[in-house]
C-alpha cells in the first residue's frame, strides 16, 4: 500500500487516538511527516503506560492481538519513511513491561519486521511516575532522561518531541486500529472496559457510537439495582446517573458500576481527591495546592459547597496540564450528577 492510500484510509476511517485525547490521528501522522524533512531523524512511542485505574484494554491487546499491534506500528514506520525513525520505544508500565516484552519479541522475530526489530527500544515506565507519566509530553520527558513533568504547549511533539525532534506518541490501541484500517477490516469499534458492580467484567470490541445505556445492554451489565457510572476512565471520567445514560463513551473507554445501596458517597469523593492529590505532579501551584486543599475540605463533616465549588473552578482555569482539569471534570459531575443528590439520603 502507498503511503497516500494508507493515510487516505485513515482519514476516510475517521480515527482519533485511544488514549484518551481523541485528536485525529491522520493528522497527526501528516504533522510528522511534514517537519520530518530537513529534521531527521525522528522517533516512534508506542503507549502502553495505561495508568488509569481499572482501564484494561491496551494489557488485552498486548496479549491477545500482538502481531496488529505491531503491524500498525510498522505501517506508521513505513509512512515516516524507515530511514527518519532513528528509534521506536516501546514505553510499557512495569507490569505490561514484565508480562508482555518476551511476547512483543517474539513477533518482531518475523521476517517481514526485521529493520523494524532493530530500532525497537524496550522502556519501563517508572512507578515513581504515576499516573500522570502516562501524559505524552510527560512519556518523552521520562524517556529523555528528564522530570516527570509535563511541557508547555505549543510547540506540541509532531515538531518537538523526544530529543528535541518530531515525535509520533499514539496509544496502543491506537496501533492496533491502523492494522485494521490497513487490511480494510476497521469496522468503527473501540475497546470498552467494564467495571465495578457489573456481572461480566472485561474488555469488550464494540461500536464506537454506542451510548452508555447501549454498552451496559450488549455486554448484559445493565444492573437490576439503582445505580449509577464513571465514564471514561476510573479517575478521569464524567460520573453520571442511571438517567443520562444516552452519551457516549470517551477517554479511555472504560464504564464503571456503582451500586447505590453499596456505595459511601464520602469516601467516594475523598479516594477521587486522594488520588489526584498524590498523583500532582506539583509542577504548577493551582493542581498542587488545589487538590491538597479540596481533600481536605472533604474531610469535614460537611462540605461548603460554594467554597468547593469556587476551589475547582479555579483549578480548572489555570492548571497547567490535563491533570487538574480532569480533577474538575470528574468531581464536578460527582457532585452535581450524585453526591448532593443522594447524599441527604444515606
Not at 475523598?270 to 498542587?288: A, E, V
Not at 480548572?316 to 496540564?321: G, H, L, R, V
Request: aromatic share 12%; proline share 3%; glycine share 8%.
Amino acid at each position: 500500500m502507498t503511503n497516500l492510500a494508507l493515510i487516505k484510509k485513515i482519514e476516510e476511517s475517521g480515527l482519533t487516538g485511544r488514549g484518551g485525547g481523541s485528536f485525529s490521528v491522520a493528522k497527526k501522522w501528516q504533522l510528522v511527516k511534514k517537519n520530518l524533512k530537513g529534521n531527521n531523524p525522528g522517533y516512534i512511542i508506542i503507549n502502553g503506560a495505561e495508568g488509569e485505574p481499572e482501564v484494561k484494554k491496551d494489557g488485552y491487546l498486548l496479549a491477545q492481538e500482538t502481531e496488529s499491534v505491531i503491524a500498525g506500528v510498522y505501517y506508521a514506520f513505513l509512512y515516516l519513511g524507515k530511514k527518519n525513525v532513528k528509534a521506536i520505544y516501546f514505553y510499557l508500565n512495569p507490569i505490561y513491561f514484565k508480562k508482555y516484552r518476551a511476547r512483543i519479541e517474539k513477533v518482531l522475530k518475523n521476517s517481514l519486521y526485521k529493520e523494524l526489530a532493530k530500532k525497537v527500544i524496550f522502556y519501563k515506565k517508572s512507578e515513581e511516575s504515576g499516573y500522570i507519566g502516562g501524559e505524552e509530553s510527560v512519556v518523552i520527558n521520562i524517556i529523555s532522561g528528564k522530570k516527570a513533568q509535563p511541557n508547555q504547549r505549543p510547540p506540541f511533539p509532531v515538531e518537538i518531541g523526544l530529543f528535541e525532534k518530531p515525535t509520533l506518541i499514539n496509544n496502543v490501541e491506537t496501533f492496533y486500529n491502523i492494522a485494521l484500517i490497513a487490511t480494510g477490516v476497521y469496522d468503527n469499534k473501540r475497546l470498552y472496559t467494564l467495571a465495578g458492580a457489573c456481572r461480566h467484567k472485561g474488555v469488550y470490541n464494540l461500536p464506537a457510537t454506542m451510548s452508555i445505556a447501549d454498552v451496559l445492554q450488549a455486554t448484559d451489565n445493565y444492573p437490576d439495582f439503582p445505580f449509577f457510572v464513571i465514564a471514561g476512565g476510573g479517575v478521569c471520567g464524567e460520573v453520571l446517573d442511571e438517567n443520562q445514560l444516552l452519551a457516549g463513551v470517551e477517554g479511555s473507554g472504560l464504564i464503571m458500576i456503582f451500586d447505590h445501596r453499596q456505595t459511601d458517597y464520602d469516601k467516594l469523593l475523598n479516594y477521587w481527591l486522594r488520588f489526584y492529590k498524590n498523583q500532582s505532579c506539583g509542577l504548577c501551584t493551582p493542581c498542587r495546592e488545589g487538590s491538597y486543599r479540596l481533600h481536605e475540605l472533604a474531610k469535614e463533616k460537611k462540605i461548603k459547597e460554594e467554597k468547593f465549588i469556587d476551589l475547582l473552578d479555579n483549578l480548572e482555569q489555570s492548571t497547567f496540564c490535563a491533570l487538574g482539569s480532569s480533577l474538575t471534570y470528574t468531581v464536578k459531575s460527582y457532585l452535581e450528577n450524585i453526591y448532593f443528590k443522594y447524599k441527604k439520603y444515606d
